[in-house]
């Protein structure tokens, strides 16, 4: 299929945020794996912060891909 200029930089930039969600994706999962761990306050401080950021970065990443 041949693709007009702009309709291929909107399949790689849809890629690219596709891309983005499963990488964060494995983040989300190494800081499920570190809040099991034996963790101070401030440490489990840390990962909530962490935890939250990276959930509303994929909320709004999922956004764009539901919009494209």
Do not use: C, F
């Amino acid at each position: 299929k041949n693709l007009k200029l702009p309709d291929l930089r909107l399949l790689v930039w849809w890629k690219n945020v596709y891309d983005s969600v499963h990488r964060l994706n494995g983040i989300i999962g190494m800081i499920e794996l570190l809040a099991d761990s034996t963790l101070d306050d401030e440490q489990q401080s840390w990962i909530t912060t962490m935890r939250k950021s990276s959930e509303t970065l994929l909320n709004i990443l999922n956004d764009i891909l539901d919009l494209s």
